[in-house]
């Protein structure tokens, strides 16, 4: 069986796999997935053994139900593809009756409505278009977004539409025009582009912010005006306006990020902050989870290291406590005077550098918190503020610690704020630090030459100048 149309559909928290195969007109959901909801089990591995039994309680009685399951290719929690099984909605309809659930009825209705508005959506196009919108408007999205994403896609459909009325075939030189506007407009290929947003079946557009949105909107309609003046046809031809409508978008992109001092192209995406189908609310890793998804960052060496953060997190449990050999979550604060002309740093005892102030979780999921407190432990100072430029995460970075004493080499997984601290409140050293010192940020950079301090430095001077502007 063909894999046609792949999506998820949402039972109450639950989240369903499924295709639509346009041979038979049908929508294949996962079992296990319609097992967990009937059984309100949040737990996968719990979910498929249920099922396991139940399939072997069914074969064993002689039940042809388990026969008209098939078997299909349905992507998992760790992003690959393995083999599920898979069944139509009269299938379903009768496993359902086969376990004893309070959600039974409240499923079948739920199964009845999606047919239901698949039909109609085939029937009627602008059925689908509304559907779209009350989904995003579900995901959080802005109504700003939701209508710069489909203004987009009308621009979209009509480039498509010049592309098929002058033989440029569907499909395969579709993608290659796509990723040359694209790769002109954005300086990255469709794929690298979702490669930094982590993102892998999904729809691009559907997760860019709203100025990328605008800028490929635009870089396609100048393609399609350069075509349409220029009449060209076939794929050759057809090139040249996709290369000349890109460039036209990449100016414009160029020049709004050197008066906003920040990339138009991110790796933020919407991608909820875990990737596990069925997320527990309850899991204490969420909160930082879900600061680490929405945040911009700075460069592609700040967007692997967020990354990896977020892949560290969501793989270990026990990524606050401070023994755990493989690396764990560390908060810092980068605190600056109120006029941001003057850094506080320590001279670090163990590490020998001068460095932020900072320290280990110890099991707090508030990274926030923990660096707030390692900064008034490090430093004396009681008056530690938030500053309304830069209000939760200011950087993130991934570096290894070195071996010490009785402790392995193993990697920090550092979250950093941006906190602002008067010049005349006394100043203490602690048992961890040589020194603590006010350095002119202009100065800073002598004393700390980590790629990631110096980031830090010129976040700080973008922050400054944007404000004199």
């Keep these: 069986m063909q894999n046609t149309q792949n999506s998820l559909a949402i039972f109450e928290n639950f989240k369903i796999r499924r295709f639509y195969d346009k041979k038979s007109e049908s929508w294949f959901f996962s079992v296990i997935d319609i097992v967990a909801a009937l059984t309100d089990q949040i737990n996968f591995k719990k979910a498929k053994s249920y099922w396991t039994t139940l399939k072997n309680r069914l074969k064993n009685e002689g039940s042809q139900l388990v026969t008209k399951c098939d078997q299909l290719k349905m992507q998992s929690t760790d992003g690959k593809f393995y083999k599920t099984d898979v069944a139509n909605v009269e299938t379903i309809l009768r496993l359902i009756q086969s376990v004893p659930s309070k959600k039974a009825e409240p499923i079948k209705l739920w199964l009845a409505k999606v047919g239901y508005e698949r039909m109609q959506e085939m029937n009627d196009p602008e059925k689908a278009l509304n559907r779209s919108r009350e989904y995003w408007q579900k995901q959080g999205r802005s109504e700003k977004w939701i209508q710069q994403r489909m203004m987009g896609q009308e621009t979209r459909n009509k480039l498509t539409d010049y592309w098929s009325s002058h033989s440029v075939k569907k499909g395969e ?93 991110t790796g933020q995406n919407f991608l909820s902050p875990t990737s596990n189908y069925f997320w527990d609310k309850n899991d204490k890793r969420n909160f930082i989870l879900e600061h680490l998804s929405k945040y911009r960052s700075h460069d592609t060496n700040e967007e692997q290291s967020r990354r990896k953060i977020i892949s560290f997190i969501e793989d270990d449990i026990h990524c606050f406590d401070h023994e755990n050999t493989s690396g764990h979550v560390t908060g810092s604060a980068f605190i600056v005077n109120h006029t941001f002309t003057h850094t506080l740093l320590t001279h670090h005892k163990k590490l020998n550098i001068w460095v932020q102030f900072g320290g280990h979780s110890d099991g707090e999921n508030n990274t ?102």
Aim: proline share 3%; glycine share 4%; charged share 30%.
């Design 173 to 265: 030189e579709f993608a290659i025009l796509t990723n040359i506007i694209h790769q002109e407009w954005s300086d990255l290929s469709v794929k690298d582009h979702k490669n930094l947003k982590g993102l892998k079946t999904q729809n691009l557009r559907d997760h860019m912010s709203e100025e990328e949105l605008i800028f490929t909107a635009l870089a396609e309609l100048s393609t399609r005006k350069i075509s349409e003046k220029d009449n060209t046809e076939g794929l050759e031809e057809n090139k040249i306006p996709a290369r000349k409508g890109g460039k036209i978008a990449k100016d414009a992109r160029i020049a709004l990020e050197q008066k906003i001092g920040k990339n138009v192209v």
């Design 368 to 469: 926030f918190a923990v660096a707030k407190r390692e900064a008034f432990e490090e430093s004396g100072l009681k008056h530690l503020d938030d500053t309304p430029k830069c209000k939760g995460i200011f950087d993130v970075d991934v570096h290894t610690i070195p071996a010490h004493n009785k402790k392995i080499a193993h990697d920090h997984f550092d979250i950093r704020i941006l906190l602002i601290a008067d010049f005349s409140e006394p100043l203490t050293i602690s048992h961890e630090s040589r020194d603590v010192r006010w350095i002119p940020l202009i100065e800073a950079q002598k004393y700390n030459t980590q790629p990631s301090f110096l980031r830090m430095i010129q976040k700080i001077i973008k922050l400054t100048e944007n404000t004199h502007r």
